[in-house]
């Protein structure tokens, strides 16, 4: 009886204040400013500072943006300001296309 009469006390009380919506400004997705570039390497071997991120997806709301990244035999270090570093296996050799994201805090993408 405690229990239903809580209820329906919050209910009331919910009920009575009604919602309230406030409207957001739309977001924008990042963009790519420029193709990123071509890197070479050896086998077994790692580009430092090869490219920096900023330089090539922009947020036209100037979100802060994170990068991710895939690919199948490299290993990409994408470090919290937007450098890059790339490793080459050693046991293996041939070219590869790396996929990079940009992703903005709403979760909007460019690749």
């Given amino acids: 009886m405690l229990l239903a009469f809580m209820c329906a006390l ?8 009604g919602l309230k919506f406030a409207s957001a400004a739309p977001n924008h ?15 077994g071997t790692t580009r430092i500072d090869c490219v920096f991120l900023p330089d ?14 895939n690919c199948s035999h490299s290993t990409i270090d994408i470090r919290a300001d937007g450098r890059v570093n790339v490793t080459a296996p050693g046991d293996w050799y041939g ?17």
Avoid at 10 to 17: D, E, G, I, N, P
Avoid at 29 to 43: A, C, N, R
């Fill in 95 to 111: 070219v590869e296309y790396a996929l990079i994201r940009a992703i903005d805090p709403y979760g909007s993408m460019v690749e």
């Fill in 56 to 69: 090539y997806f922009y947020d036209p709301d100037k979100d802060h943006l994170s990068f991710g990244w």
């Fill in 10 to 17: 919050l209910f009331c009380l919910v009920a009575s204040y």
């Fill in 29 to 43: 997705p990042p963009s790519q400013i420029s193709d990123l570039p071509t890197i070479e390497l050896e086998q």
